[in-house]
């Protein structure tokens, strides 16, 4: 199952061969500095990697009984619509995948450099160097590729869910480099 271009769903982080490029930095070669006699050791201070999760499903019983309710009424009308029992479990399973994120525990690792997202059927990394600010919300945040406002965020973006963690989040943000920007509550409710 593809995600998007380089990223296949699994249950192991992908590895690469070193002499590829790839999207962490982790199997790129570091060059380290000769000193005199020894080897000289760069010491920074870093950043420490954070882990949190958000398993939503749990916490909202009753959405969760609804998505229930939801895909069995689906996979009964496409079967019914269709005259195959077949493509009625089929449109149930397309329902349900496309709503994982909410169904299953999400472990989010917040690194130096990369986002790690994890769930019990996929795993994948992204590097933080493309994004340049965030948006908090209220139990959630959208990283962003750009430090103004610009439509592209809804594709090159990231949608992190945060629950109750927020402010260890976003400190941790801040804390590597990345802007914090107002979230757009100005949009006009519709009737």
Request: glycine share 8%.
């Amino acid at each position: 199952m593809v995600l998007w271009p380089g990223r296949i769903a699994c249950s192991a982080p992908i590895r690469y061969p070193a002499d590829t490029l790839s999207w962490t930095e982790r199997s790129l070669p570091v060059a380290r500095p000769e000193g005199e006699g020894s080897q000289a050791q760069e010491t920074q201070a870093s950043p420490t990697a954070i882990q949190w999760s958000v398993h939503p499903a749990k916490g909202h019983p009753f959405r969760t009984i609804s998505i229930g309710v939801l895909a069995i009424g689906t996979g009964a009308l496409a079967a019914w619509w269709f005259g195959s029992a077949m493509l009625g479990v089929l449109a149930a399973a397309a329902l349900m995948l496309m709503l994982l994120p909410f169904l299953l525990k999400t472990t989010y690792t917040l690194g130096q450099a990369d986002i790690e997202v994890r769930t019990i059927l996929y795993h994948f990394a992204r590097p933080l160097a493309p994004f340049r600010s965030f948006e908090m919300g209220a139990d959630r945040l959208w990283l962003c590729t750009r430090s103004n406002r610009h439509l592209l965020d809804n594709y090159r973006g990231m949608l992190v869910l945060v629950g109750p963690h927020g402010e260890r989040v976003r400190d941790a943000l801040l804390e590597r480099g990345l802007k914090a920007r107002e979230a757009d509550n100005t949009r006009e409710e519709r009737p």
